[in-house]
Structure formats: structure tokens, C-alpha cells
């Protein structure tokens, strides 16, 4: 059974930072893509980034460009976010999502809140 | 950016009747391998997004068959044969034509 679980999510002061967990479980974790999305309080989803399989290329939404960093380790079935300079409107639930051989997306963890706030 | 637009926001709908939701991209999403890059994923409520149809019409694994979709270039269909009270949600369309990937502002499906 595909398992992702996102962890280190809490509240944090504006410029702050907060470096974000997801483990993954029940498939070859080397073999697929994977990606952050977030959704804000009552609000729709927002593709964050993405990183392929290697960890070789890297993709970020421009809200999040020079700040966020994606990265994973193969060897550990982990994914990371590592976010600095964190402003009021990164305050989200954070999903990390894994693609599949044809199909992007294909199954989401359950979130992690972040919360920017002073 | 490609700009995902759906319709209605919202949708009320009596069990067993169908339900229809539409999808506008900006530009097209039909790649040169051949593939439209079109996803649906519903939204339970307090539940993580699921997958339901991808590259347009092809149902994701264990999707049930009363979800169809449908459509091509710009525009794209979401159907539901007869809503059942599990098919309550949001629904979001998503482009992966290109980066960045955009989400529709999403379809609230709510039972009469």
C-alpha cells in the first residue's frame, strides 16, 4: 500500500524558516517523481514543485522561486521542503504528492500545516 | 501561465441524478507526444486530494466507472452517471501541459 506521510509543519515567524518532511512507503520510491502542493485555508490547491526521480532537476512555482528548496533522499524514501524567508501567505497545508510511470499526482499524504505568523 | 477555469463553483444534486463539470484551459493542452495533459481529482471533505481521471479519460486505478471524462484541446468535461453521497466534494481539474501546473478554482458537489 503507497504511504506518504508529511511531518514538520508548526507555526513560525515571518522570515523564518521550516524544512518540511514526507516519507514514503509501499512503492520503489528511486523510480518516480514527486512533488509539493499546498492549499491555504479555505482556499483551492497550488502546485509548489516537483523533483524527478534522481533528484537531478528540480521545478518551483514562481511564489516560491529563490526560497523553497526541493530536495530528497533515496536511500531514506524521503522528501523534503526546505522553505526560508517564510512570508504570511505560505501559511498552507503542504501534500506531498507522488507521480506515477504515466500519471502525475497519483496519490497525496495527508499534509502537514504551516503556519506564518507573528 | 495556463489559466484552468471551471464551471459551475458549485453544484447541488439529487442522488441517482447525473452531475456535469466543466473545465476551460487557456491554451491547449495537447502535447506533441500525442497526450492531453488533463487531470480530475476530487476532494473529500478533511481529506487529502485523490485522482480520479487522467490524461483526459483514462479512470485512475479503483476509480468507480460512474466517473467519466471527456473533452479535448481547451475544453473538458467531468461527469458523474448518478451521484452517490461519496461523490461529495470539490472537484479540481489540473494541466500538465506545462510548468507551471495550475489547478481550476475547484467544483463544490454538495447532495440535495
Known amino acids: 500500500e503507497v504511504q506518504l506521510v508529511e511531518s514538520g509543519g508548526g507555526l513560525v515567524q515571518p522570515g523564518g524558516s521550516l524544512r518540511l518532511s514526507c516519507a514514503a512507503s509501499?512503492?520503489?520510491?528511486?523510480?518516480?517523481?514527486m512533488n509539493w502542493v499546498r492549499q491555504a485555508p479555505g482556499k483551492g490547491l497550488e502546485w509548489v514543485s516537483s523533483?524527478?526521480?534522481?533528484?537531478?532537476?528540480?521545478y518551483y512555482a514562481d511564489s516560491v522561486k529563490g526560497r523553497f528548496t526541493i530536495s530528497r533522499d533515496n536511500a531514506k524514501n524521503s522528501l523534503y521542503l526546505q522553505m526560508n524567508s517564510l512570508r504570511a501567505e505560505d501559511t498552507a497545508l503542504y501534500y506531498c504528492?507522488?507521480?506515477?510511470?504515466?500519471?502525475?499526482?497519483?496519490?497525496w499524504g495527508p499534509g502537514t500545516l504551516v503556519t506564518v505568523s507573528s | 501561465d495556463i489559466v484552468m477555469t471551471q464551471t459551475p463553483l458549485s453544484l447541488s444534486v439529487t442522488p441517482g441524478q447525473p452531475a456535469s463539470i466543466s473545465c476551460k484551459s487557456s491554451?491547449?493542452?495537447?502535447?506533441?507526444?500525442?497526450?492531453?495533459?488533463l487531470y480530475w481529482y476530487l476532494q473529500r471533505p478533511g481529506q487529502p486530494p485523490q485522482l480520479l481521471i487522467y490524461?483526459?479519460?483514462n479512470r485512475f486505478s479503483g476509480v468507480t466507472e460512474r466517473f467519466s471524462g471527456s473533452g479535448s484541446g481547451t475544453d473538458f468535461t467531468l461527469k458523474i452517471s448518478r451521484v452517490e453521497a461519496e461523490d461529495v466534494g470539490i472537484y479540481y481539474c489540473m494541466q500538465s501541459r506545462q510548468l507551471p501546473r495550475t489547478f481550476g478554482q475547484g467544483t463544490k458537489v454538495e447532495i440535495k
Open positions: 491554451q491547449s493542452l495537447l502535447h506533441t507526444n500525442g497526450k492531453t495533459h
Open positions: 504528492a507522488r507521480n506515477g510511470p504515466t500519471s502525475e499526482h497519483e496519490y
Open positions: 509501499g512503492f520503489t520510491f528511486t523510480s518516480l517523481d
Open positions: 490524461e483526459v479519460s
Open positions: 523533483i524527478t526521480s534522481t533528484g537531478s532537476n528540480m
